[in-house]
């Protein structure tokens, strides 16, 4: 990014973003750094982060891992930037799959305690994302906030290689006929340099994608009220300022 932006003013920060603790604290130095270089504003937040599993995982919460970070973690770092958000009239960008096709909610054990499979857990993760983004829409869109989900396709990355067991090995073999990272963030950066928002919910090479009939107002609302209670904290009807 140097190379072709020599003036560009980059930060890197790492956290482990299955920690309550440390999106908060990832959340706090995000603000600090535009209240002191870009007034406070935020023009785009992509939640990428995400992960799969073979078999049952917590966080130190007890919340399985895939819908904590997947979704949950994503939300709550959204919630902390929705200030600075909205002074930059800001895009969100979920990373989501196709895989949400098919997919429901299970609202009475959203975490899959008592039957648990690892590929449903993704599914229903990925199925949040656009109920994640479709309630943000709903809520802020007129206050100048935006929500997008890219279906990146298959990318050779490492995201599966520490998933263990059968489904590890499937990723790794899976992954090498995948595109490189550079074709779908072409998507990402498509959307982030438009005048204006457009229309669409879901994205795919540049295009919106129809999507699953699950994402709905109603759903979206419950999605918002679980990870509500599961956070502890609530998406405001008004946004508060971004300090400056």
């Known amino acids: 990014m140097k190379a072709v932006h020599p003036q560009a003013n980059l930060r890197f920060y790492t956290a482990d973003l299955m920690q309550r603790s440390q999106v908060l604290r990832l959340a ?92 449903t857990a993704y599914k229903q993760s990925k199925l949040c994302n656009l109920l994640f983004a479709k309630g943000l829409n709903d809520r802020y869109a007129a206050l100048g906030i935006h929500a997008y989900v890219v279906d990146p396709g298959l990318v050779h990355t490492d995201i599966g290689d520490k998933a263990g067991g059968i489904a590890g090995l499937v990723w790794r073999f899976r992954k090498t006929h995948g595109a490189a990272p550079e074709i779908p963030a072409q998507t990402y950066a498509f959307l982030c340099a438009q005048a204006q928002p457009l229309p669409g919910l879901y994205y795919r090479q540049n295009h919106p994608q129809p999507y699953s009939k699950q994402v709905t107002t109603e759903n979206a609302n419950r999605l918002f009220a679980l990870s509500q209670q599961l956070c502890g904290v609530a998406f405001p009807e008004e946004t508060q300022p971004c300090m400056s």
């Open 28 to 119: 706090e130095a995000i603000q600090n750094n535009l209240a002191q270089f870009s007034g406070g504003a935020l023009h785009a937040l992509i939640n990428n982060a995400g992960c799969v599993r073979s078999w049952y995982m917590t966080t130190e919460e007890g919340y399985e891992q895939q819908f904590a970070l997947n979704h949950l973690a994503g939300y709550l770092l959204t919630h902390a930037l929705l200030p600075c958000l909205q002074k930059g009239a800001g895009l969100v960008i979920m990373t989501g799959s196709q895989s949400h096709r098919g997919a429901r909610v299970h609202w009475n054990d959203v975490m899959l305690r008592h039957r648990y499979d690892p590929l």
